[in-house]
């Protein structure tokens, strides 16, 4: 199959929100973000496919050297393919890439965290770089972007990880710090066995506020006058705070079902942004796309 059919039909087929924030890119760079997006997700299959930890780690360690042959020129993975053709056209630091990975592989041996500076770190690795990749290619004028990138990205994910505390318990995971729901007197057996309280609610506010707080950052780093450039991010971040807004109304009860925000509102919001964007462009200067 033809690599950037490859990747696009991989984007298509994960139902992700990012989706929706690629549909009114212009075509080079909607194709070189579903590469970048099918780079993500294989590297967390890798993970969550695999059969065992260690087979786990032989495939990131092969995934690591079709990195290094897509610098070269010489990849063989229809995804490797299509991110040489994109680093001829956008400049992306490796080390993006081997960050992200190097957050895959987090999730083998980490199942706990203890403090949110831990935490922290892996958001960093898991979304912040994502966010960091995506930039180069949306285009942006802003010093602050990169700060934008990653406070976004920590935004995100700690969303990912609010709504999901109960599809990840089922795994026999917890993601949020332990330091956290301890000082609601939280237990670890609390959250595995999803028991829905008071102190939970509690507990939920805290992180939610601390989430907002991350949003705020990434508002504060946003520079309007970037926004023709760095809409489809502003996409996700609509969505994503909207998904942060439904686990609130419906009182952080994340254990019975997965939350989530209707096809038809996605559309609306990424078409809203495209056109703010749009009209940004037009009146301050012609964006360069």
């Keep these: 199959m033809d690599s950037k059919l490859y990747t696009k039909q991989k984007t298509k087929k994960s139902g992700t929100n990012f989706y929706y924030s ?8 909607r194709e070189a973000i579903y590469t970048i ?42 995804i490797a393919v299509a991110l040489t053709d994109v680093l001829e056209h956008f400049s992306i630091p490796k080390r993006y890439f081997h960050e992200l ?38 285009g942006y004028r802003s010093p602050t972007a990169r700060d934008y990138a990653i406070n976004l990205g920590k935004a995100l994910q700690m969303t990912n990880i609010l709504r999901d505390v109960g599809d990840d318990a089922q795994k026999g995971r917890i993601y949020l710090p332990a330091e956290d729901y301890q000082r609601f007197h939280l237990t670890e057996q609390d959250l595995l066995e999803q028991r829905y309280s008071p102190a939970f609610i509690e507990f939920m506010k805290f992180e939610v506020d601390r989430t907002r707080a991350f949003y705020n950052l990434a508002k504060v780093s946003y520079e309007r006058r970037d926004h023709h450039l760095l809409f489809p991010a502003e996409i996700m971040r609509k969505i994503y705070s909207r998904i942060l807004d439904r686990i609130v109304q419906d009182e952080y009860e994340v254990f019975s079902r997965r939350i989530s925000i209707p096809k038809q509102r996605k559309i609306l919001y990424a078409l809203q942004e495209w056109t703010r964007g749009r009209m940004r462009g037009l009146v301050e200067w012609a964006p360069t796309l």
Aim: glycine letters at 4%; aromatic letters at 12%.
């Design 22 to 29: 690629f549909l009114f890119l212009p075509k080079i760079k």
């Design 101 to 138: 990975i190097d957050g895959m592989e987090m999730d083998l041996h980490r199942t706990r965290y203890e403090t949110f500076e831990e935490l922290s770190t892996y958001c960093y690795h898991a979304a912040s770089v994502v966010g960091l990749m995506c930039i180069e290619i949306f």
């Design 37 to 78: 997006y099918s780079f993500c997700r294989h590297s967390d299959d890798i993970v969550d496919d695999a059969a065992t930890p260690d087979h786990a780690r032989r495939q990131l360690d092969r995934w690591r050297n079709e990195l290094e042959a897509s610098y070269q020129g010489t990849p063989n993975h229809p």
